[in-house]
């Protein structure tokens, strides 16, 4: 054991080299220190460090749009293990969801279950346990979710099975890792992390989040992660749901109207159609007319409306989902406006033959084979593809019947 190694977080920690894990990984993982903590001890200051307590509604609202991409569409039952103070817990209640939370930590536990009794529309429960054998006895979970958890157990291998093992048929782990410090690196590094899972998962997405600083509430600059992994579920067992979008296509002449995303969460910086998801209830058109409304402040008719095309996507996050391109001519409705300037920066023409390279990469392929006359199209990311058009990339559109 060696005291004085860097705090991850700002923990106090004593830090000692994970043997177990480095034995048959065959890397530099013993540069890599395995840390024990009094986590009681830290309970009271925990919830300080932004990422933790979740208090900064930017930080907070950062992790909320991550949760929602990561944890199904539909309502499901979670297991936060090692849900500490149980901001995740909380989170994923707030989005509907059922949640069991385990810390081994009982003052940790007492502050989650303070933290969730403020949540009245709740089903959640917070045990006591150990995170490598929560205690849920034949209990079974549609996600497991694990942050920061992973790095402080001495077994990992063994409690990734154990979690795995937890999962219903086509649930998913959700684990946020990361490596802390540089000079005496503690954590997780992403690509023994996925040495670990790929005898045992089906699918691995994972998402580099060190560079949004808004889930972290500073800029940071050691690796942090998360991994999506998802397990095959057999056919007939559960009926397939999907998030459907909408997309306007405004045409004037030659040019079409674009939005540059800000502030969302999701391929900020980039250009896109105005769009949006449609509500639980509402039609692909009605949801159409909503959205012009709410971001271009355009009154659309259903008769403005033309469905230009279908396309089904999978975007980086691994979700697939269906989006419904409709066209509308320029005049329609009255002038375009940003009505949304905390989501988009500006609006803008540009001429549909020569669309910008900075676009959300479905989105412009969307656009490109609503120019080529196109009516159905596949759009499906791979995991490491960026959200980002990337002329140099592969292609992801596939036309569906083509003459
Ligand atoms: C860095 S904190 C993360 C807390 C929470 N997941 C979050 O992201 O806010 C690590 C948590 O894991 C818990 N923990 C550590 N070892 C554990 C174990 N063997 N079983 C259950 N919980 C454990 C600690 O008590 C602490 O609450």
């Given amino acids: 054991m060696r005291e004085g190694a860097p705090s ?19 890397s530099d993982q013993d540069d890599i220190e395995h840390v024990g903590v009094d986590w009681d001890a830290e309970a009271a200051t925990f919830d300080d460090d932004p990422d933790h307590g979740l208090r900064d509604p930017a930080v907070r609202d950062a992790w909320a749009r991550r949760m929602k991409e990561w944890l199904p569409s539909r309502r499901s039952h979670i297991l936060d293990v090692g849900c500490g103070t149980g901001s995740l817990s909380l989170l994923a209640a707030e989005q509907g969801h059922r949640v069991t939370g385990v810390d081994l930590s ?3 536990a007492e502050l989650a279950r303070a933290k969730l009794a403020q949540f009245a529309g709740g089903d959640v429960e917070i045990l006591v346990g150990d995170a490598a054998a929560p205690p849920v006895g034949d209990r079974r979970f549609d996600v497991v979710l694990v942050r920061h958890v992973l ?9 990734l099975r154990r979690w795995c093992a937890l999962l219903r048929p086509g649930g998913r782990l959700v684990l946020v890792e990361g490596v802390w410090g540089e000079t005496s690196p503690v954590g997780i590094p992403v690509r023994h992390l996925v ?59 030659d040019e079409v109207l674009l939005a ?31 959205e012009a409304r709410e971001e271009i402040g355009l009154d659309l008719a259903p008769d403005d409306l033309r469905v230009a095309l279908v396309m089904q996507h999978r975007g980086p996050g691994g979700q697939p989902r269906i989006g419904w391109f409709f ?32 676009m959300v990469a479905y989105c412009r392929a969307g656009f490109e084979a609503y120019r080529a006359g196109q009516r159905f199209v596949l759009h499906w990311h791979e995991d490491g593809d960026a959200i980002a058009y990337d002329p140099g990339g592969p292609v992801r559109a596939r036309v569906l019947n083509e003459a």
């Fill in 8 to 26: 991850a977080a700002g923990l106090s920690v004593a830090a000692v080299t994970i043997g177990d894990m480095s034995s048959d990984l065959n």
């Fill in 106 to 108: 009982p003052r940790m």
């Fill in 151 to 159: 790095w402080t157990l001495p077994d990992p291998k063994a409690a």
């Fill in 195 to 253: 040495e670990m899972l790929t005898p045992l998962a089906a699918r691995l997405h994972t998402e580099h989040l060190s560079g949004d600083a808004r889930l972290w509430g500073r800029e940071v600059h050691d690796e942090r992660y998360a991994m999506v992994a998802t397990f095959p579920e057999p056919r007939a067992a559960a009926r397939h749901t999907e998030v459907v979008d909408v997309h306007l296509i405004l045409r004037r002449g």
């Fill in 260 to 290: 540059r995303r800000a502030g969302t969460g999701y391929g900020d910086g980039l250009l896109n159609g105005p769009s949006g998801h449609v509500e639980d209830g509402e039609d692909v058109r009605a949801a159409m007319i909503r």
């Fill in 327 to 358: 066209e509308a001519e320029y005049g329609a409705g009255g002038e375009p406006v940003n009505r949304e300037p905390d989501k988009c920066s500006g609006i803008g023409w540009h001429r549909l033959s020569e669309l910008p390279d900075d």
